[in-house]
């Protein structure tokens, strides 16, 4: 019997031995927070909130000191409503809106909430924040923060922005190895594990072995090392598993020649790589939308270009199949839209370069800026003038 007990005790040491090695274990995170947490590593992209006037019917709400409080919605799939309130009050009855309330504890009342006052104030900016909120889970309390700032700049340009305050950081284990982990809201939503084909709607993280540094959106499975993994992060994001994937169905993407470097995102994961030799890049079947590509090529002078494309909300996504090899329609094809606008006497012209998937063209020499030019002729001939065009 006793012996039996001992094979037990050792069989499971040696089992935990072999998965801390390789990393598979669940990995705790320790939660941090921050009023600049977009200024350290711990970047996100920051959510405009739509600034509503009328009081919200239903939502148990405080005295207010000014006659005109503003009210918005924080989407949130972390509560059952989807969104928590937030109102906006004048601690001088006028003014600026320079007092915020938040449904902190998610109750959907307002009342009961404490006014906060912004921590850092500038001619054109209130910033309100970390704020508090205590998110009901199935295993207990979930603590969250979320930084809100009201801006009003010159003319119309108002609005209140929420930004995550809060993320996950710690030493994970992989292959052995032992790595910093940063874990983050990008799309600030409360949520640590949304995946999707645009940087607007993504979660991300960064992986981190001394100068190596590896930043990414947080996908099913994260490309690290020449290997897959599995990446297993719940919904409220204090843990992490990486769980190897061998054999998982790849199919290829054949990029144009003189493609030097090509990143993907889609829900698989996110993947930065340069094509191979024959112009082939390797990449797990799924849905993915071209993050960023360049191509360099030369001019009948011999100068060398660079194409690129980053971050396109518009591009349209390609389908990777098993065993298969697609396309990648990038770089020819690219066409320019010239817009034209009139405000009294003065026109403007907007020139924009749209590749075939839809996406958003840069064209520069390779060792410096080269502006494009516009030149306007008078039907007579008597007019004509060279323009450039300025960035911006
Ligand atoms: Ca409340
Ligand atoms: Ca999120």
Redesign the pocket.
């Known amino acids: 019997m006793r012996t039996t007990m001992w094979l037990c005790v050792c069989a499971c040491a040696l089992l935990a031995m072999a998965s801390a090695v390789q990393g598979q274990e669940t990995q705790w995170l320790q939660y941090r927070s921050s009023a600049d947490a977009s200024r350290l590593d711990a970047w996100s992209s920051s959510r405009e909130l739509e600034a509503l006037s009328e009081r919200p019917p239903g939502v148990e709400l405080p005295e207010f000191k000014c006659d005109r409080p503003l009210f918005a919605q924080w989407k949130t799939e972390m509560v059952p409503a989807g969104f928590l309130w937030l109102a906006m009050d004048k601690a001088k009855g006028k003014g600026s809106y320079d007092l915020l309330y938040l449904?902190?504890?998610?109750?959907?009342?307002?009342?009961?909430?404490t006014a906060i006052a912004p921590h850092r104030t500038d001619q054109y900016r209130r910033q309100f924040g970390p704020v508090k909120i205590v998110f009901p889970g199935e295993d207990g309390p979930i603590t969250y923060h979320l930084n809100v700032t009201r801006y009003t700049y010159s003319g119309d340009r108002a609005g209140i922005r929420a930004a995550a305050g809060g993320w996950y950081e710690g030493r994970v284990t992989l292959e052995g190895k032992s790595l910093r982990f940063l874990l983050l809201d990008f799309n600030s939503n409360g949520a640590f594990n949304d995946l999707s084909l645009h940087f607007s709607d993504m979660d991300a993280f960064r992986l981190q072995s001394g100068d190596d540094l590896l930043v990414r959106a947080v996908g099913k499975y994260m490309s690290h090392a020449g290997k897959l993994y599995r990446m297993e992060i719940p919904r409220d994001g204090g843990s992490v598993r990486f769980v190897l994937a061998p054999g998982l169905p790849m199919g290829q993407v054949r990029t144009p020649p003189g493609t030097g470097h090509v990143a993907f995102l889609g829900p698989m994961y996110h993947h930065r790589t340069d094509p191979d030799e024959n112009d082939l890049c390797q990449l797990a079947a799924g849905t993915y939308t071209v993050e960023y590509w360049n191509i360099e090529r030369k001019d009948a002078m011999g100068k060398v270009w660079t194409m690129s494309a980053r971050e396109s909300e518009n591009a349209r996504p390609i389908e990777v199949k098993a065993g298969e090899t697609v396309d990648l329609s990038i770089g020819d094809g690219t066409r320019a839209d010239l817009e034209t606008t009139k405000s009294g006497k003065s026109y403007t012209f907007k020139l924009k370069l749209v590749g075939t998937l839809g996406d958003n063209v840069r064209i520069a020499p390779k060792d410096g800026q080269s502006s494009p030019r516009l030149t306007i002729t008078s039907a007579d001939g008597k007019y004509s003038r060279p323009q450039v065009f300025t960035y911006g």
């Open positions: 449904d902190s504890d998610c109750d959907g009342s307002l009342a009961d909430e």
